[in-house]
């Protein structure tokens, strides 16, 4: 994969981001009209944030009350760190509850079983307050299984820089993220449990579920699979793939793939448009369950961008990542929750064949062979029909060529339905636990490097 060119760091004994540049009252206010335009539509009127508490950081007066520990992680603007304490030191409020002031925030959790928790694990109906969360999260921090001692949350900041420009941007987008993840709630979206930092400062960041190795991991994992499985024959003029392993790793593609389509078909849903699909932004938890995150693109899709002789909408061009971009999104057409269908495909692809479909191409390329003549690498003959017709689909040139995620996903239960019935004894069992055996191998194979 290829990565963003670091930029210098500043930080303190906690981790804490701290960048040279000042931000000035015209870009506060500019940044706070695109977040109020960014968060105007039916979306936040219909979905409410949860209650979420705050934890300061270094500017605030009160000292840091979040450690950080080793990077996870890291993008253009942001970089993911996790929490390894939380060390509570401003005073409980009385009024840090309901409401954040303008009668939005609701405990959504409120009203379940007494005992219920989320699938992290997180209490879904104990909590009035945000102190009552602060409280919950500086006691629980570290998760203890099987005799390990694991951290939970992992904080999302910005990278600390000299560049107004990046400072800006960053900024941009994660407070844009966080107004996003405080209203999403799905399984396989990462959960926001909390903020930290002032709003609108180089201080801020969002508290979230930690997850613990990436969909790039896991392919990666997949690839050396593979390699392992792989069998020369006649000099290395041949090759042939275990056929066990060869269904062990398309039955797990396919199981990520269903979740992830899950997961988007909910965001569509929801008149949403994700715009940067791609396995860097999508993780797994310590249950080995698929989260999608990075939200710093998601987009509403309000009726003052519609353009009504397409259909679509007037969006920005070139938003994502360009081995995963849909021609139009690509050429600046009007486009909509297709351009994620297309991205998709391309990512079903690659976690089935092990290998990138694009990243050989620089940008020019791009628009010569895949924009304009079509170009798509070919697709293993062995597949089942089934299989050929969802990735033949999603990456129509034609947008409205592109089946929907809810078709999408019926293409993929049923995938999964039928590899599941055609699998061995031995490997029999729920989905969970051959999720957590899966998860339990790669992790392994991972730290072992």
Not at 104 to 117: I, P, Q
Not at 146 to 152: Q, W
Not at 206 to 226: F, I
Not at 367 to 373: I, L
């Amino acid at each position: 994969m290829k990565k963003a060119s670091p930029i210098p760091t500043n930080e303190d004994a906690n981790g804490t981001s701290h960048s040279t540049v000042t931000l000035t009252d015209d870009f506060k206010k500019r940044c706070t009209a695109k977040l109020e335009v960014a968060s105007s539509g039916n979306f936040f009127k219909s979905n409410h944030a949860r209650l979420l508490p705050s934890f300061d950081r270094g500017a605030t007066g009160t000292g840091d009350e979040l450690t950080l520990g080793v990077k996870l992680g890291e993008g253009a603007f942001c970089e993911v760190k996790e929490i390894i304490a939380i060390t509570l030191k401003r005073k409980p409020n009385p009024e840090d509850g309901i409401s954040n002031g303008d009668g939005k925030e609701t405990n959504s959790n409120k009203g379940g079983d007494e005992g219920e928790t989320d699938e992290a694990d997180f209490p879904v109906n104990l909590f009035q307050t945000k102190s009552e969360i602060r409280d919950y999260m500086a006691e629980n921090f570290i998760r203890e299984e099987g005799g390990k001692k694991n951290t939970r949350y992992a904080l999302k900041q910005l990278k600390p820089t000299n560049s107004q420009k990046h400072l800006e941007q960053g900024l941009i987008d994660i407070s844009i993220e966080a107004r996003f993840l405080a209203c999403l709630n799905h399984p396989n979206v990462i959960k926001m449990r909390g903020i930290a930092g002032d709003p609108l400062s180089p201080e801020f960041g969002v508290v979230l579920d930690k997850l613990y190795l990436t969909l790039e991991n896991m392919m990666d994992l997949w690839t050396e699979r593979k390699n392992m499985a792989t069998s020369k024959l006649c000099g290395c003029l041949f090759a042939s793939v275990d056929k066990k392993e060869k269904s062990s790793l398309v039955f797990e593609a396919i199981t990520v793939a269903y979740d992830l389509a899950c997961a988007l078909r909910y965001i569509h849903g929801n008149n949403l448009v994700y715009r940067d699909i791609k396995p860097e932004n999508a993780g797994f938890d310590v249950r080995g369950d698929i989260k999608l995150f990075d939200f710093g693109f998601c987009k509403e899709l309000t009726k003052n961008l519609l353009d009504k002789p397409s259909g679509l909408y007037k969006l920005t061009r070139m938003t994502g990542s360009p081995p995963y971009l849909s021609p139009e999104n690509f050429l600046g057409k009007p486009y909509g929750k297709s351009t994620d269908v297309f991205s998709f495909g391309v990512l079903v692809w690659e976690m089935l064949h092990q290998k990138f479909a694009f990243y050989q191409y620089n940008r020019q390329d791009y628009k010569d062979v895949v924009v304009e003549r079509n170009y798509r690498p070919p697709i293993d003959t062995s597949f089942s029909a089934r299989i050929k017709e969802l990735i033949k689909e999603s990456w129509d040139p034609d947008p409205k060529g592109r089946p929907t995620f809810d078709r999408i996903s019926l293409l993929l239960k049923a995938l999964y339905q039928e590899l599941l019935n055609g699998e061995d004894d031995d490997k029999s069992g729920t989905r969970s636990q051959r999720n957590i055996d899966a998860s339990v191998r790669s992790f392994r194979a991972r730290n072992k490097k």
